[in-house]
């Protein structure tokens, strides 16, 4: 089965940075698209970063752009989400999530969301 797994979460005071990983298990990294969204309570899904690994394309959300910085490492099928600057707005519930590379590239995983999604980790950010 396909699972996706995020960590690395947790509470970081404004202008710190965290590291987020979403390890996948039951399919081939470079077969897929993997994208990071986040959710915060009373608002819309919001695509954060994503990333085709067989082409290197990637995408930012306006709002992340220049801070965040999303990464592969397909020897450990695994997506990093490198976070800095972080401020009271980047808190959310950030998700993981796949979709078939052939027909999704980064930009439009990011629109579109994936069909496989993981549990989910809590990134808080306040002094």
């Known amino acids: 089965q396909v699972q996706l797994v995020e960590s690395g979460g947790g509470l970081v005071q404004p202008g710190g940075s965290l590291r987020l990983s979403c390890a996948g298990s039951?399919?081939?990294?470079?077969?897929?698209?993997i994208g990071w969204f986040r959710q915060a309570p009373g608002k819309e899904r919001e695509g954060v970063s994503c990333?085709?690994?067989?082409?290197?394309?990637?995408h930012y959300a306006d709002s992340v752009q220049g801070r965040f910085t999303i990464s592969s490492d397909n020897a450990k099928n695994t997506v990093y989400l490198e976070m800095n600057r972080l401020n009271p707005e980047d808190t959310a519930v950030y998700y993981c999530?796949?979709?078939?590379?052939?027909?999704?590239?980064?930009?439009?995983?990011?629109?579109?969301?994936?069909?496989?999604w993981g549990q989910g980790t809590q990134v808080t950010v306040s002094s």
């Open positions: 990333v085709r690994s067989s082409d290197g394309s990637t």
């Open positions: 999530a796949a979709e078939a590379a052939l027909t999704t590239a980064a930009q439009a995983m990011c629109v579109m969301g994936g069909h496989f």
């Open positions: 039951g399919f081939t990294l470079d077969y897929y698209a």
